[in-house]
């Protein structure tokens, strides 16, 4: 009897005991799974830790929306599956609140890193290879790029730190758990990423592989939130990949590209072509007149013409001014005996033959806004000492006396120089006319009158051969009666008499 009473004891003390143990390790996992919602799953402005009290209860609706997120099984239960994911390592970065979408991005393109210290887990060249490789994988995708700077302020800061740690709102828990986490763009804090130091970080799989964490977080950086996909690098929890193949999903790409578009696409080295002066469409980049010559700027290549002498000489740039850029957009010649010449927002002096030193400067000092990046062409007007900038279907006037801009411009081209179009790609002052060249046409403008003179080809200057034009000529005399019309003109020496359709070349001094 007396045995079969301590047996029962024996059986009832044991079968007390399992349901006791179960209870507390419910009671863990309902405190874990409470932290967990907290710290993911809050409405709370993001960033903000708030350490919760024991009597805290899981909501359903909590529950539910995490489930939902990872595509489990909406039970609203703390259910094993649940509890799983909920203990799998992830990045510390909320999964709702501010995060719940993509946040506005930097307002800039180039941006800066510093690695601020160093994990003993890896070799430093390591570390620097897997942060620089993080960052790639975004730069691959969009028109961002970063540079690497070591000391002051970095736009993202890069820091290996445990549990809490100083002016950050965020903490880590130690070994697994929290990874990483990292802040969205903005001033502070903004773009600085840490690294939980308790982890085992390396450059490969056997342990937490930095790369692939760093990547994650440097999404955030950007400005991206977690994504639902398990296959993006920006769902929150680590999933072991390999380090040397790309891990961006195209939902990671759709997300990175709708804050700062697809990357640039690389300008195609430019062919240099060697141009042709009797081209019919020639364009020229700038022309100047030079003491006595007029020269034609074409990519790397002038023309020279002389006065008085029918030659046309054809050179390289670089065989007068070795210093000077290909594709020059605009020049003049003032009236001090010296050529200006444009290219950007800079710009060179020439005296002679020689560069003058300390060019280029900025366009800015001639008095341009800084809103103006370039400048497309530039002629000026020696009877006045008035210099004509033309910006797009702007104008500007620069007096080379006082050597400012003259108050009241700039103004539209079309409204200051009638009839010569919206926009001019070259310009020159010849024997009291200004030649304005758009594209592959020419029109002499009088500026006395204030009215176009004529419109011809753009290398009427270079004795080409080229097909009679009616444009190229104005009319001299008109006779109704017999239905004649005498055209002249002037560069060819020709007379065209128009007797119905039929067109008639004579010499002018027949």
């Not at 380090?243 to 997300?255: A, E, F, R, T």
């Not at 003049?332 to 800079?346: H, R, S, T």
């Not at 097909?467 to 109704?480: G, Q």
Request: with cysteine.
């Amino acid at each position: 009897m007396e045995s079969f009473l301590l047996l029962h004891l024996l059986f009832a003390t044991f079968s007390s005991a399992f349901p006791t143990d179960q209870k507390v390790e419910d009671e863990e996992n309902a405190r874990f799974a409470q932290a967990y919602l907290n710290q993911f799953y809050r409405l709370d402005p993001e960033g903000i830790h708030l350490v919760q009290s024991k009597n805290s209860k899981i909501t359903d609706s909590k529950i539910r929306e995490m489930q939902a997120f990872f595509g489990l099984t909406v039970t609203g239960k703390l259910d094993p599956s649940t509890l799983e994911i909920m203990k799998t390592p992830r990045c510390g970065v909320p999964d709702v609140g501010q995060y719940g979408y993509t946040l506005p991005g930097w307002r800039k393109y180039n941006l800066t890193y510093r690695i601020v210290n160093y994990t003993p887990d890896m070799a430093h060249t390591d570390v620097d290879e897997a942060i620089q490789k993080g960052l790639e994988v975004w730069s691959k995708v969009s028109p961002l790029r970063f540079k690497r700077i070591s000391r002051g302020t970095a736009d993202i800061m890069v820091a290996f730190r445990t549990r809490v740690h100083s002016q950050c709102p965020r903490f880590f828990d130690g070994p697994l758990g929290v990874l990483g986490h990292a802040f969205p763009p903005g001033l502070g804090l903004g773009g600085d990423t840490h690294f939980d130091e308790d982890e085992n970080w390396t450059k490969d799989t056997t342990g937490f592989n930095l790369f692939l964490v760093a990547a994650h977080e440097f999404g955030h950086s950007l400005g991206l939130s977690h994504s639902n996909d398990q296959t993006a690098l920006m769902f929150p929890n680590y999933v072991s990949l390999d380090p040397s193949k790309n891990p961006l999903s195209q939902d990671d790409i759709k997300g990175i590209q709708s804050i700062y578009g697809p990357p640039e696409v690389p300008a195609k080295p430019r062919r240099h072509t060697v141009p042709q002066a009797c081209d019919p469409d020639l364009t020229f980049d700038a022309i100047t007149t030079f003491r006595r010559e007029v020269m034609f700027f074409k990519g790397r290549h002038l023309w020279r013409i002389y006065r008085d002498i029918t030659d046309v000489e054809f050179e390289s740039i670089s065989s007068f001014w070795p210093s000077l850029p290909n594709d020059i957009q605009a020049a003049y010649e003032n009236p001090k005996d010296k050529i200006l010449v444009f290219k950007d927002a800079a710009f060179w002096m020439i005296r002679g033959y020689a560069v003058l030193p300390d060019y280029p400067k900025s366009i800015h000092t001639l008095g341009f806004p800084k809103y103006v990046k370039k400048v497309d062409a530039a002629l000026c007007d020696h009877t006045t000492k008035k210099t004509y900038f033309f910006v797009g279907i702007w104008c500007w006037r620069y007096d080379e006396a006082t050597q400012t801009m003259d108050r009241g411009y700039p103004q539209r081209v079309i409204k200051h120089f009638p009839g010569i179009g919206l926009r001019v790609h070259a310009a020159f002052h010849h024997n009291g006319f200004f030649y304005f060249f758009c594209k592959s046409k020419q029109f002499e403008y009088d500026p006395k009158a204030k009215n176009v003179t004529r419109v011809m080809k753009t290398n009427t200057w270079f004795q080409c051969k080229n097909p009679l034009n009616a444009s190229d000529f104005y009319i001299k005399e008109k006779v109704h009666s017999g239905g004649i019309q005498v055209f002249c003109n002037k560069n060819l020496n020709l007379l065209i008499f128009s007797i119905g359709c039929v067109l008639r070349k004579v010499s002018s001094n027949q």
